[in-house]
């Protein structure tokens, strides 16, 4: 990120006593499709408002191009917006929709027209110009809309949840759109969605919410294999997580007990432990070895339930402390054949592949 | 009924001695009430217009010919259209402000509106008279803070009814408004203004298209109500602005002349259903939902 594009500075807003954003700090590169996931009331919708001009933050700057623009009212920041519920003008044609920002700017007619065709063959709604909102289904309704947003050129196009009406097959439909729209025009989408497989999906970076903060930024692979908080762990990907107790500790490294029955070291730490204290372990299920056979360095648990997911199987198992541990594993993998509710079973994990959370 | 038998396939329909009422059989009652205590009066009001003195079309031909009487049918018009336009440049602001404003204070304006529908309509229009008369309020305080010399004209007059009737047909303006205005979702206005609509913009080119319906169902019922209005005009009115219900009064009580009442009566009627016709054919029920 040689320039920032957009910043985002120290960022609060506070609804009297109530802490909506606490301190939001952002780059976002020109190009970029940046995603804010989290939670309903994390903040990130919030966060999203305030860029519109719709809400005013406490504290904090946003600039673009190096250009303060909370000074600016939202008619006159020239960002695109698409909202979670339709918005398109109901007594407009789906033509006029698109028209819209492009008359109150006052443009001649024949660059309008222009624009309205290139816009509608974008979102590939060709032939549908004269049609009312009404008449379309939810998914057209947000192509339109998306349409209406980029027809000015925006620098920065807002997504607040676009796609949380539609039903999910629809929704991956649309989502490939957005894809294609975003690498055709190289518009920066900032993009909020509580759905981490969409967030996962769309973006260049994705910024995780908690609690009005982000816990942390980066690529979905980096979020997948790096989590720095417990709850990105918990929000990117699928997780489980053992009670242990910390051997030692330092250099974002750890070793641990789990179960008084085995150790690991060199498991990569996040937050702050030492020798003695009690802490958190993260396993992903797909990361998992599962052993019919006894083995000293296995964790020894207990089938409880086998679980038929398609491509994958679902292997769901207690450990002798009664903490839930779930084991994915491919269709047809040797482990599974012939396993039973009730079996014993060893499992196994990559050091590198877990994380310890401290206090 | 044919539906239950259907839905009772299967099994051999047996009438039993409980039926269930269709729902002419349950307006029946209303509808009796009406005809008897509305349908047949108004029917013989109309008969004796073409009955009385002689029976023939005479009675009409004297009323829509005679200049008098087309001044008056004019005057109607002209202070019910008054009333509807200066209704809707009041009520607009309102209804919009009303549909903004957090819960408590519109509870509050909502309670001065009702509590205004619900007093005397003598005592309210006895009431402007205090104040819009030549030594009334207004005139005592507009001619205290120097803005005129003399007090205004501004009752027994056009300006006098205009304002009379506009304040009692205020809440059938509001009310319809504040609905199709509130039904509107504010984030259709958050896309337009970063559309780049400045608030003006917003107004013209979304808020009030949206607010048609609501426009024309309230302006329709006011203008329709302003019609056949007869206190208002009767007591800040004056002899020059007399409007279509007091003619029609003063034909049956004070010249006692059912014929050319009953005339001017059925005139009134026709307007009045024309304009009801004009409403359903442009926004009938199905089109009041800001569609």
């Known amino acids: ?359 | 009924m044919v539906s239950h038998t259907e839905t009772d396939s299967g099994r051999a329909y047996a009438p039993t001695r409980v039926r269930r009422l269709t729902d002419f059989e349950l307006t029946l009652p209303a509808l009796v009430l009406l005809v008897l205590f509305f349908v047949v009066p108004v029917v013989i009001l109309l008969m004796r217009s073409v009955t009385e003195p002689v029976p023939g079309l005479g009675n009409y031909v004297e009323l829509l010919g005679s200049s008098t009487y087309l001044r008056i049918f004019t005057n109607t018009f002209l202070v019910s259209g008054l009333v509807t336009v200066v209704s809707l440049l009041i009520g607009f602001p309102v209804a919009w402000a009303l549909a903004v404003m957090p819960g408590r204070a519109a509870s509050i304006v909502f309670a001065i509106l009702l509590l205004s529908m619900w007093t005397n309509l003598l005592a309210r229009t006895y009431a402007w008279m205090v104040l819009l008369q030549r030594t009334g309020v207004i005139n005592k305080v507009l001619i205290g803070l120097g803005l005129i010399d003399k007090p205004l004209p501004l009752v027994n007059n056009l300006t006098g009814v205009t304002i009379g009737m506009t304040y009692i047909m205020l809440p059938f303006i509001i009310l319809p408004l504040y609905g199709v205005i509130k039904k509107i979702d504010p984030a259709i206005l958050q896309a337009a203004a970063l559309c780049g609509a400045n608030r003006w913009q917003s107004l013209v080119r979304v808020l009030l298209p949206l607010a048609v319906p609501g426009m024309a169902a309230g302006a329709l019922m006011v203008f329709v109500m302003s019609l056949g209005y007869f206190v208002t005009p009767a007591l800040l009115g004056g002899t020059a602005n007399m409007m279509l219900a007091e003619l029609i009064a003063q034909f049956v009580q004070s010249l006692v002349n059912w014929g050319m009442g009953g005339a001017a009566a059925l005139v009134l009627l026709v307007v009045t259903l024309a304009l009801y016709a004009v409403q359903l054919r442009f926004f009938g029920t199905d089109r009041m939902g800001g569609r």
């Open chain 1, 1 to 359: 990120m040689s320039k920032p594009f957009l910043q985002i500075r120290g960022i609060r807003k506070e609804y009297g006593p109530v802490t909506a954003v606490q301190d939001v700090n952002l780059d976002v590169a020109q190009g970029e499709f940046l995603t804010f996931l989290g939670p309903s009331g994390s903040g990130k919708s919030t966060t999203l408002y305030i860029l519109a001009g719709f809400e005013d933050p406490t504290g904090g700057d946003i600039l673009l191009n190096g250009e303060s623009l909370l000074s600016t009212p939202s008619h006159k920041r020239n960002i695109g917006m698409v909202f979670q519920r339709y918005t398109l003008f109901p007594h407009l044609s789906v033509g006029e929709n698109i028209a819209f920002p492009l008359k109150v700017r006052r443009l001649p007619k024949a660059e309008i027209d222009a624009k309205v065709r290139q816009m509608l063959k974008l979102v590939r709604l060709e032939g549908f110009e004269d049609r009312k909102p009404a008449q379309m289904s939810g998914g057209q309704q947000q192509r339109v809309a998306l349409a209406r947003a980029l027809a000015y050129d925006p620098p920065v196009l807002l997504m607040d949840e676009p796609l949380s009406a539609l039903d999910k097959k629809l929704r991956e439909e649309i989502q490939h759109e957005i894809r294609r729209i975003h690498q055709q025009t190289e518009v920066t989408i900032l993009y909020v969605t509580h759905d981490q497989e969409e967030a996962l999906r769309l973006s260049d970076r994705i910024a995780v919410f908690s609690k009005g903060v982000i816990d942390q930024i980066g690529t979905g692979p980096e979020l997948y294999a790096n989590p720095a908080t417990r709850f990105v762990a918990e929000f990117i990907g699928d997780s489980d997580f053992l009670p242990c107790n910390v051997v030692s500790a330092g250099n974002g490294r750890a070793e641990i007990a789990i179960c008084e029955t085995m150790t690991v070291a060199d498991i990569p730490l996040h937050g702050t432990a030492s020798s003695g204290s009690k802490a958190a372990l993260m396993l992903r299920p797909e990361r998992l070895l599962l052993s019919k056979r006894q083995s000293e360095s296995g964790l020894p648990v207990t089938v409880s339930d086998i679980t038929f997911l398609g491509n994958n199987v679902h292997v769901a198992t207690k450990t002798s402390k009664g903490n839930n541990l779930s084991v994915r594993l491919p269709f047809g993998h040797e482990a599974i054949s012939g396993l039973n509710r009730g079996d014993a079973v060893w499992l196994k994990f990559d050091a590198e592949s877990a994380h310890v959370f401290g206090q």
